[in-house]
C-alpha cells in the first residue's frame, strides 16, 4: 500500500518515512542534551567540628591533609573512632594521613602456635583480603609496588569459643615509603578475627578506580568486647530460611563482631531439621522436602560461622512449640509424644496456631530427646551450652490430657498451678541433665523467662547452679533486677526495642535503630550479654535481611562498647557502616534518605 487515509486525510508513504526520520533526530537530540548534563557532586570534603564529614566550598586543595575527594575517605579519620563499628572500648590514635595501595599486594604473616590456630588464621586472612576487594569499584589495581603487610601474632592457640573466651586485641598501622605495615596481638584467634575486621574497616576505594583502595597511614588501637553474648536469634521454623540467607547473617554477624548464632530450629509451625537418628521428625514436620536442613548443611552452617569468630546455639523449643514433627508417636508405637497438636478453638490450648506441646508424661519422650540431643551436639563438637526452650506453655492443654492428669494423681500432684509448675520444671531438669550426660562438661542449661522463673518461685525450680535464664520483658519489668539480685545469669532481650519483628503484626511497635542502640542493658557481671530476635512469623527469605540489618548493627555496639553517648553522636559512623554491609553483598533496610547521609548533621 502506498498511501494511508488519516482523518479523510491521504499521507503518502514518503512523508510518513520523512515524519518519521525527523522524530528520531529529535529523539537524539533531546538525548544527547541529556547525556551532557552535569550532576553536581561534592568534589571534596572535609571532617568539620561536630565529626561530621561534609561537602567542602573553600578554597584548599586535595593536596591539604584535611580535605578529601570521598566522603567515605574523610570518614576514615573524622572523629575519635573514624569509620569503626562497633566503636573500640579502649585508647585509639587514627591519623590523617593516607596510603593507595593494589589489593593484589597484600601479604599476611601469622604466628601461632598450633595448626588447628593457624588454619583458622589463614581463613580469616581470606575473608580479610575477600572483603578488602569488596570495598574496590569495577577496577581496584593501582600500578606501583606499596605493599600492605600484616603480622598476626596470637598468645594462646586453644580454639574454646564461650562465655569466657578472650576476644581482646591490639591492632597497630604505620607507614613507610613504599610500604604498610600491620601488626596485630592477640590472646585468642578471635580476638585476631576481629583485628582484621577492624583493619577492614580502615580501608575504602579511591575515588579514582585507577587509584587503588585508600587507607590510613597510621592508627593504633585497643580493644575487647564489654559483654561476652553478643547475640542474633533467626527463627526458621515459622518460614523457612535458605542456608544462603542463614549465610548472609553470619556474614553481617561477622561485620557487626557478633558472636553468638541463636538458631531458633523448630517451632510448631515445623521441624526442617534432619535429625539422622529421628527422621520422622523431620518427615513428618518439614514444610516440604525442598524446606530442610540437611544433617551436612547443618555442619556446614556451624563451621562458617565458627569461622567468622560465631558460636551456633541450636535450640530445639520445649515442651510448648511443637506440633508438626510430633504427631508419629503412635505410628511409631510410641504413644503421644505430644498432645494439643492442631487443635482447635486454638486460643484455649497455645498462644499462637497451630498448637501442640510435649506428652512430659511419656517416658518415650525423653528416648527421642536423648537422640536428638546426640545428633546436635556431633555437629556442634566445641559448644557446651545447650538452649532448651521453655516459653509459652499453656497450662489448659496439660490439663485437657487425662493421661497427664493420671500420671499427677498418681504421683499425688494436685492438678493446678503449682502441680503443673512442679511438672514442668521437672521436665526441664531432665532435659538439662541428658544434655550434661552427653557433653560430659556439667555446664548450665539456658531457658527463656516464663511462669516459673517467677522470682518468688524460681529457686525452688530451676535453681541458679543449674540454668541461665533469658529474659524477654520490657525493660520497665522488674524481672532482671529481680534476677540478678538472686544470682542468676542472665541473656537480656529487651522486648521494647531488641525484637525486631514488632511493627509488622498486632498492636506492636516498630524500632528503629535509634531505639535499639538507646537500649541499655544493666552493668551486672551475671548479665552475660543479649540478643536481638528475628521471629519470622511475618517475614521469609525474600525481607529477612532489611528487617534484621542494620538494626542489628546498633545493638552490636550497645554488646561491644555500651557507649555513654546516644545514636545521634553514632549517626556517620552508623551510615557508614550499613553501606559496608552493602558491599559485602547484605541487604540492610535504609534509614534515611541519602542527602541526610551526604550532609551529616543536617537532618538531626
Known amino acids: 500500500m502506498d498511501r494511508l487515509l488519516y482523518q479523510n486525510v491521504s499521507i503518502d508513504q514518503a512523508t510518513i518515512m520523512h515524519l518519521v526520520q525527523n522524530i ?49 575517605i574523610c570518614r576514615l579519620s573524622c572523629g575519635r573512632y573514624g569509620p569503626l563499628w562497633p566503636r573500640p572500648t579502649g585508647a585509639i590514635t587514627i591519623s590523617q594521613g593516607r596510603v593507595n595501595f593494589n589489593p593484589k599486594n597484600i601479604r599476611v604473616d601469622i604466628f601461632v602456635t598450633n595448626q588447628d590456630a593457624a588454619t583458622f588464621l589463614e581463613g580469616a586472612r581470606d575473608i580479610f583480603i575477600s572483603n578488602v576487594w569488596k570495598e574496590c569499584g569495577k577496577d581496584c589495581e593501582l600500578p606501583g609496588n606499596h605493599m600492605l603487610i600484616i603480622q598476626v601474632r596470637v598468645a594462646q592457640g586453644k580454639m574454646t569459643l564461650d562465655w569466657s573466651t578472650e576476644e581482646s586485641y591490639v591492632l597497630v598501622i604505620s607507614s613507610a615509603a613504599d610500604r604498610t605495615f600491620v601488626d596485630v596481638q592477640s590472646s585468642s584467634v578471635y580476638g585476631a578475627r576481629h583485628a582484621l575486621e577492624t583493619l577492614a574497616q580502615f580501608i575504602t576505594a579511591a575515588a579514582d578506580n585507577s587509584s587503588g583502595l585508600v587507607m590510613v597511614s597510621s592508627a593504633r588501637v585497643v580493644d575487647k568486647p564489654l559483654f561476652n553474648h553478643r547475640g542474633v536469634l533467626l527463627d526458621t521454623s515459622r518460614n523457612f530460611m535458605p542456608v544462603n540467607i542463614i549465610k548472609r547473617t553470619l556474614d553481617g554477624m561477622a561485620a557487626s563482631k557478633l558472636n553468638v548464632f541463636h538458631w531458633h530450629a523448630t517451632d510448631s509451625h515445623s521441624f526442617p531439621l534432619e535429625i539422622p537418628q529421628v527422621p520422622q521428625l523431620q518427615r513428618f514436620g518439614a514444610y516440604s522436602a525442598e524446606e530442610t536442613y540437611s544433617y551436612k548443611e547443618m555442619e556446614d552452617i556451624v563451621k562458617y560461622a565458627r569461622q567468622r569468630g560465631i558460636r551456633v546455639l541450636i535450640e530445639i523449643d520445649s515442651p510448648a512449640h511443637v506440633s508438626n514433627g510430633w504427631q508419629w508417636g503412635p505410628l511409631g508405637g ?37 537422640l536428638i540431643y546426640e545428633d546436635i551436639a556431633k555437629i556442634t563438637p566445641g559448644e557446651n551450652t545447650m538452649h532448651l526452650g521453655g516459653d509459652e506453655v499453656r497450662l489448659e492443654c496439660w490439663n485437657a490430657s487425662t493421661e497427664i492428669l493420671n500420671k499427677m494423681r498418681d504421683r499425688g500432684l494436685q492438678p493446678n498451678v503449682d502441680g503443673f509448675h512442679q511438672l514442668w520444671s521437672e521436665f526441664h531438669h531432665r532435659t538439662h541433665r541428658i544434655w550434661s550426660d552427653i557433653k560430659q562438661t556439667g555446664s548450665k542449661g539456658i531457658l527463656w523467662s ?45 522486648k521494647d526495642g531488641w525484637y525486631l519483628d514488632h511493627g509488622f503484626w498486632g498492636v506492636t511497635n516498630y524500632y528503629n535503630w535509634r531505639s535499639v542502640y538507646d537500649k541499655i542493658l544493666p552493668r551486672d557481671l551475671n548479665i552475660l550479654g543479649g540478643e536481638v530476635c528475628m521471629w519470622s512469623e511475618y517475614v521469609d527469605e525474600f525481607a529477612v535481611e532489611s528487617r534484621i540489618w542494620p538494626r542489628a548493627g546498633a545493638a552490636a555496639e550497645r554488646l561491644w562498647s555500651d557507649p555513654s553517648t546516644s545514636s545521634r553522636e553514632a549517626e556517620s559512623r552508623f551510615n557508614r557502616y550499613r553501606k559496608r554491609l552493602i558491599a559485602r553483598g547484605i541487604g540492610p533496610d535504609a534509614v534515611t534518605p541519602k542527602w541526610c547521609t551526604l550532609n551529616e548533621g543536617e537532618c538531626h
Open 334 to 370: 510410641m504413644g503421644d509424644l505430644a498432645i494439643c497438636i492442631n487443635q482447635q478453638p486454638w486460643r484455649q490450648f497455645c498462644i499462637q496456631p497451630p498448637c501442640g506441646q510435649m506428652n512430659i508424661v511419656n517416658e518415650n519422650l525423653y528416648e527421642i530427646m536423648k
Open 450 to 494: 516464663s511462669k516459673l522463673t517467677d522470682p518468688e518461685k524460681i529457686e525452688q525450680l530451676l535453681p541458679a547452679n543449674k540454668f541461665i535464664i533469658q529474659t524477654w520483658v520490657p525493660t520497665s519489668d522488674p524481672l532482671v533486677r529481680d534476677l540478678l539480685v538472686k544470682g542468676y545469669q542472665l541473656i537480656v532481650t529487651p
Open 24 to 72: 528520531f533526530l529529535a529523539l537524539c537530540t533531546l538525548l544527547a542534551s541529556c547525556s551532557a548534563i552535569e550532576v553536581s557532586v561534592p568534589k571534596k570534603w572535609s571532617c568539620n567540628e561536630d565529626e561530621n564529614c561534609v561537602p567542602y566550598v573553600g578554597q584548599k586543595s586535595l593536596e591539604s591533609p584535611s580535605i578529601y575527594e570521598t566522603q567515605d
